[in-house]
């Protein structure tokens, strides 16, 4: 890799060995103890009360759902989008800071990667669950058929069904791409069930020369197809928005300020998921302050491009000089929804600010707290985007307020429950810090010192 | 058949196929579908083929003719018979919604009797017979009573010569909106036991003291047309109508101006109108009116207008514009202003038209009063002689005195005295419950009957079905207990059959009709045309010497309350309709509320007593006291509030029981001093605490500038120069553009035209909905529920938004703080844009565009993503939240049997689907099919959809828009027609023609 020696190596943690590395990662392997157990009995609860949620859901119908005409589509769809966001970073640390060969992605890059997978198979269920017929979600599909029936290709949200199942597969293969050498090496080490597992995963790994080229150089081409893919997922999720002609939606400005949106949430959930990760499975080692300096250095640019869009929306809305447009943004900045909007513009536009400090991008605590303030606010810009605007449209009799119910709290804290069950479950029995590439970035075990 | 496959067999193999699809169709998630055998076929019954049999609406005494359409033995639709003399095809949504009375799943099955132990249970009807007649040989005459509704036919003279068999005479009618202030008025004023006829049509100005003439006023559907026909803009006329009324009621609405007066005092309005006239000559009157002279000098319009609060200068000019902008016609005294001076209310519009020279112009008098007297006095001789003891065998039909009236009177106590208490109610109402044996009555539309609502109008009704439950027609009953008990009702009523008995009745109006051919081509030229009608020679009238005794007692309410108005709710009239879902779910004209009662309030006043919308608010008279939610109104003066009438049942089927309060609680039970009840009182208002939400359909009454209602002054109009709304500019595509996307829609139509049944399609389907002629009566909307199969959700569904009414009526306030408040009502339906927002987001093509122009909807095809409704400017896509076509569950929308009305050309919609308004495209198509049969092009107007045939104003048309020569497409060309929303460059096939206020300039 480019640089063997970083300015900013932490100097109070010891450098691992290769042997330490293998070791301390594959420990997370072990037992590992019962926080963990607890976690994911938790977990494991959510998610059933979720599916009972949905079960309910899909005996009686979408009514049991808040959803208030005209507000059509509500939490699920901030849901997914929101989920689909998070889904944005893990291809732009691994994907992207590959090609520019960022040393630093090393630590983190695994954890977004499976990051990514999680949610968006997590986000996959959104289109489904809120469906009024799920059972004909398969409709969707351009499959062939005996009554000669093919989709709309018109319609936005068949892009989505292309753009989604195009970035799952793409960042499943990434992942498992990814994890192969990792897999070998504690392959090895595993017994019983798992190791019948890595050897599977691990597809006949040996870590022969003529193995690791061809390695390499796919683990390069998959990053340069990823990484177009950063972009035109989430373009094309907002394009669900913006193609339609709802004040509040009809924009230009979508699919930019989506996809810094989604990057800048997928970093914040990163945060969010590395400190515990961190803490419990003892890796301090390997992911430290300078993950979360960079990382925050990330989502203080997309943040800053998060709050110009904001800024610009507003802008526009009024230079449009269509009064629909700007009673719309009147309406979401002080109408029935005034604390959903503030609460998305402090958390993203403003909080994110306090990270041009170092002291605070370098302290994990307030990394943290700040990773979970950008969640929140990522998701209500999702719920304004969607909620607020469609409350407040054309036809003013038609207007009205949406509240979310029961039901739609429950599948959203199950779909929070699926993802974190994945993600449990993936750092149980997989290696969430590359250990072929941390390996790769320190300094090559010589006789004596290392050279620098 | 030669190969050996006789019919006998085929049939078999078609059964036995038809059985394995069903069992096959019980694993799928779709229902089960029925077939329905014909093995041995009904003689004159074509599945899939309508009949339709002419009938007489008797949801009110105003005796609408009815076309029933019949399916399969069931009848599933009403519409107006197009050539009656009352309504002339048009229907109000009582009307529509009588089918909901006919399947209404509360509707008591067969003759029940309360046993020892206080429950009912089911007895044979010759045991029924038989017990009444052993009670009515057990006591005397005269203390056998009869209760009915008003009825004016062949069944009244039936009751009386059953009470004369048994000695009695004790026959009461009683129905809560009597006219009684008017027929005394009437007798005051012109010494004559008649009620008028207004010719609205014929009015160019119209001027109404209270009056509710186009809600539950005399004959409402027959004065909406006559109304619009008078009074909306057309070829560069239009008539002016001005409403004096504390209240803005949705008749009021309509009107080119409204003027509040104090509670009580329109009647002093009136006379003082009528001062000026006289005083400055203004008009030839229709007779002498010295008389009056001495009345209409205590009404000077100074003195009026300190007591009314009307400026004088409106008073004068309200005269002076009344006399010169003739003919013109003053109606009043309708039961919107039925308070303790309502005689002299009534009395003074009679007045006003008699010195402006009206009378025998625009009203006219009935040779016999037909319509109800009211009868409240009878009932309170009835109650007083029950709660005495002299009552012991008490028959009740069509009225239900235990819940419409004042609990003053004390009705149902003394009615629970009479030992023996029969009801014939086809309902378990208020006063069924206490009865001692309920024998339920056929629905009107299982039936013979007649009526007469006025001199030579005889309306027949006949059968359309088979009875739905075990029901046997009262008049049978009586005729049977009559034979059963020999002597002389035994004697008078020889009749078989109560249709023998009334064959016989119609002898007798042949020869009154003057109708000289064999009597079974009179009765069967009758039965098709709905009954027999002639001219009658109207009965000349001349101001009587009691004109001058009419005296105005003032009513007010004491200083420190507030005047109560009980109104008559447009859609469940006195109680009556509550029981009906549509209904309760179609939203009241003015508040838009469903499913409850609510209290109106001015919102300064509430503000003053710190009162919001949804409070709960206890309403207190000296009678009794309600608690409602506020319902916060610009169009009710700061000293009234108004309550409607008809919730609040006790009783009387799941969809009445126990929804709102009933406002007969606050009523006095004195009557007033014309024999009535009065519908005023005086009442203190306390905010609970407690608070609800309120289920209404309106999301923002103003229209934030958009121009969706759209208006625009007679002065403007008539000059040809109208100003369209800014929103209009927008819609400038530039030319290249335009042309561009005619192009590519032209190029579309050329490919589905030359593929398959689309090569037929040459029409594009257009609408024009004049709003100058939309009264908001909403009997579209009730319509649309009967013909398209659309679920009600229930109060709980409406107030989260969910109610799935295709057509709805918005109604938008302008004004009202520095200008006068304005009412607009705006149709809003699926506008069947010809570039559609919903169409090109649906993923899987459910939503589509038809050759023909509609924006269709595959039901079947429909996943649920719900894009097309976000994407809907218009908001007109409804969705399927719950499963309302799933029999037995909590949601279904048509309890049996009322899932026999379902239209059988119309799918029911599942759960998870989302529909709308598709111009009744099964209409369209089976006109078109029809077309194809006979070989002859479809003529403009053969078409109709539900919403048009039953509009009472003639709002709406609909047809060809690629006909030039269509009268849709005329209407599409009109100065005034825009579209709403034309910004979007939706390009609706709907296009609304603006209304036209005729205001005075300031």
Redesign the interface.
Known sequence: MATLTEPHAPTHVARPTYGEITRDVAATLGHPGRSYYVLLGIVLFVLACGIGALLYQIKLGLGVAGYQPPVMWAVYITDFVFWVGIAHCGTLISAILYLFRSAWRTAVYRTAEAMTVFAVMTAGLFPVVHLGRLWYAYWLFPYPNQRQLWPNFKSPLLWDVFAVSTYFTVSTLFLIVGLVPDVASIRDRAAGWRQKLYRITSLGWRGTDVQWRHYTRAYLYLAALATPLVLSVHSVVSWDFAMSIVPGWHTTIFAPYFVAGAIYSGCAMVVTLLVPLRSVFKLERYIHEEHFDNLGKVILLTGTIVGYAYFVEYFIAWYSGSSFEREAFWFRAFGSYWWATWTMIICNAFLSQLLWFPKIRRSIPSMFVISLFVNLGMWFERFVIIVVSLSHEFEPFAMDHYTPRWVDWTITAGSFAWFFMWFLLFAKNFPTVSLTEVKEIIPMPRKGAARS | MSDGLDRRRFLKVLGVTGTGAAALAGCS?EPVERLIPYLVPIEDQVPGVSTWYASTCRECPAGCGLHVRVREGRAVKVEGNPGHPINHGRLCSRAQASLQGLYNPDRIPGPMVRNASGQFEPIKWDDAIARITSQLGKVQGSRVWFLTGHETGTFAGLIQQFLAGFGSSNRIAYEPFGYEALRQATRDVFGVDALPIYDFGAARYVISFGADFLETWLSPVEQSLGFTRGHAFADGKMGRFVHVEPRLSMTGMSADEWVAPVAGSEGAVALAMAHVIVRDRLARSSGDTGVLRALLNTHAPADVAARSGVPAETIERLAREFASQGPSLAVAGGVGAQHGNAQLTAAAAHILNYVTGNVGRTVSFDAQATLPGGGYSDLRRLVQAAAGGQVEVLFVHGANPAYATPPGLGAAEAIAKVSFKVSFSRFWDETTTAADLVLPDHDPLEQWNDSQPRAGAYLLQQPVMQPVFDTRQTADVLLGVAQQAGGRAARDLTAESYQDYLKAAWRRIQGSVGDARPFDVFWMECLQQGGAWRETRRRTVSLAGSAARVADRPWTAPEGRFALLAYPSPVFSDGRGANRPWLQELPDPVTKITWSSWVEIHPDTAQRLGIAEGDLVEVTSEAGAITVPAYLYPGIRPDVVAVPLGQGHTAFGRYAKDVGANAYRLLAAEPTPFGGVGHYAAVALRNTGAHERIAKT?????????G?AQATVFAEAASGKIEKHEEAH?AEVPEKIQRLLDEVQQEQYRDWRTRGSYALATAHWGMAIDLSRCTGCSACVTACYAENNLPTVGKE?VR???EMSWM?I???FEGGHDTPLEARF?P?LCQQCGNA?CE??????AAYHTADGLNGQVYN???????C???C???VR??????ASEPGAA?FAWPEPLHLLLNPDVTVRS????EKCTFCVQRIRGKQHEARMRGSPLKDGEIQTACQQTCPSEAIVFGDLNDPASQVSKLAQDQRGYAV?EG?NTRPSVTYLQKIRNVVEA
């Open positions: 998630s309106e999301g923002n009454p103003r229209q934030m500038g958009r969706i927008a569904m989260r938004g969910r709805r918005e109604r938008y705006l809003m927002p090109p987001v649906c993923p899987v093509f095809r429909c996943v649920g993503t719900r894009y409704g976000n994407n400017p218009y908001k409804y969705f399927n939240w719950y499963d949601t759960k998870g689907v989302m929303l979007l």
